[in-house]
């Protein structure tokens, strides 16, 4: 018997991953103040199948990152005329599918369940072309970039040093943008969007029809008036 295969959350985050004409519709049409920078044209929930679409020429290279889990994959992308070399994180949902595929007991062919898990036997062992899908993105040019460019266009961003290479970095929150600075804090050396809760709402809402409750934020009750 199948327990908690599968929820709406996940089944509806796969067609979502799938959808990516309508993505990308969606997310050139958002033009929201909070919206995250797209780089080079790479959107949130993407998959690595459309972006070799993009760039048919690109060089993909799979890196083995020490801090890559069983449930990401790191690639790099580099060719002739890319102004540098673009870092891609995506999120693998197979080594979940395939711990979901588990439960699936004996079942007749009519069952409820049954349909659920022949689309996880599919989705397990898909090629990573098919299954990978964005979590953030990394451009790093091929020559630092003076830090003021981006000043000019996002305006004043927050500095802080990462806490475990000590290394100046530049922030802007409210774009999903955090730049690596070279130590004068002068040139970007690389940029990386990790986009902003509020745009992956516009992504869901717009092309699967409802905002996924781990995206929802908290709505601060008001206080109650204890004056008499």
């Known amino acids: 018997m199948i327990t908690n295969l599968y929820t709406i959350r996940e089944l509806t985050m796969t067609l979502v991953s799938k ?3 309508i993505l990308t519709l969606v997310l050139t049409l958002s033009a929201a103040p909070s919206r995250a920078e797209i780089l080079h044209n790479i959107y949130p929930y993407e998959n690595l199948k459309s972006i ?16 890559v889990t ?11 005329g890319f102004p540098g070399t673009l870092f891609i994180n995506f999120s693998d949902k197979r080594p979940e599918y395939r711990t979901q595929l588990a439960e699936c007991g004996p079942t007749t062919p ?8 022949s689309l996880l036997r599919k989705w397990s062992y898909e090629s990573d072309d098919e299954s990978l899908t964005v979590v953030w993105v990394r451009w790093m040019p091929s020559a630092a970039i003076p830090l003021e460019r981006y000043k000019s266009k996002y305006g004043e961003p927050k500095i802080t040093f990462s806490d475990d290479t000590m290394v100046p970095k530049a922030s802007w929150d ?21 986009f902003t809760r509020s745009e992956l709402r516009d992504v869901w809402k717009k ?5 996924p409750e781990y995206l ?8 109650s008036d ?3």
């Open 52 to 67: 070799k679409t993009k760039y048919p020429n690109g060089r993909f290279k799979k890196v083995d990152a020490a801090w």
């Open 110 to 117: 009519d069952a409820p369940s049954e349909n659920i898990c």
């Open 207 to 211: 092309t699967a029809g409802y905002i």
């Open 226 to 228: 204890t004056k008499k």
């Open 174 to 194: 409210s774009r999903g943008l955090t730049a690596r600075l070279t130590d004068d804090k002068k040139n970007v050396v690389f940029i990386e969007t990790n």
């Open 216 to 223: 929802i934020d908290p709505v601060s009750k008001p206080k």
């Open 70 to 80: 069983a449930d990401q994959a790191f690639y790099q992308m580099t060719g002739e």
């Open 19 to 21: 959808m990516l004409k």
